[in-house]
Nanobody, 123 residues
Framework: VQLQAFGGGLVQAGGSLRLSCAAS????????MGWFRQAPGKEREFVAG????????RYVDFAKGRFTISRDNAKNTVYLQMNSLKPEDTAVYYC?????????????????WGQGTQVTVSS
């Protein structure tokens, strides 16, 4: 069972990136999915989450209006479109699968994790 996040990179402030999270070994079509991030010296924090069927999504305040989470269950993939990026968005971004069909904020609710992808936003 593996989740692999990719799509990170170096971008200038104001730019965009699209992160993808692909699952292999099993399907997560019945699981809520979340994106988290962790900056150096900081705790891992929730960014956005989406329910099993994409019917509901939730965002942390700093992501609202700039980030969009989506999923394609046919491809077993979850996306995070990030626009208007800021230097403070620099972090390692992780995708994770929830133990339920819905996304919640506590990372303890997510038993399955990808390896993370680095996002660096230059000023």
């Amino acid at each position: 069972v593996q989740l692999q996040a990719f799509g990170g990179g170096l971008v200038q402030a104001g730019g965009s990136l699209r992160l993808s999270c692909a699952a292999s070994g099993r399907t997560f079509n019945n699981n809520g999915m979340g994106w988290f991030r962790q900056a150096p010296g900081k705790e891992r924090e929730f960014v956005a989450g989406i329910s099993w069927n994409g019917g509901s999504a939730r965002y942390v305040d700093f992501a609202k209006g700039r980030f969009t989470i989506s999923r394609d269950n046919a491809k077993n993939t979850v996306y995070l479109q990030m626009n208007s990026l800021k230097p403070e968005d620099t972090a390692v971004y992780y995708c994770a699968a929830s133990r339920t069909g819905y996304s919640t904020r506590p990372y303890s609710d997510y038993p399955y994790w990808g390896q993370g992808t680095q996002v660096t936003v230059s000023s």
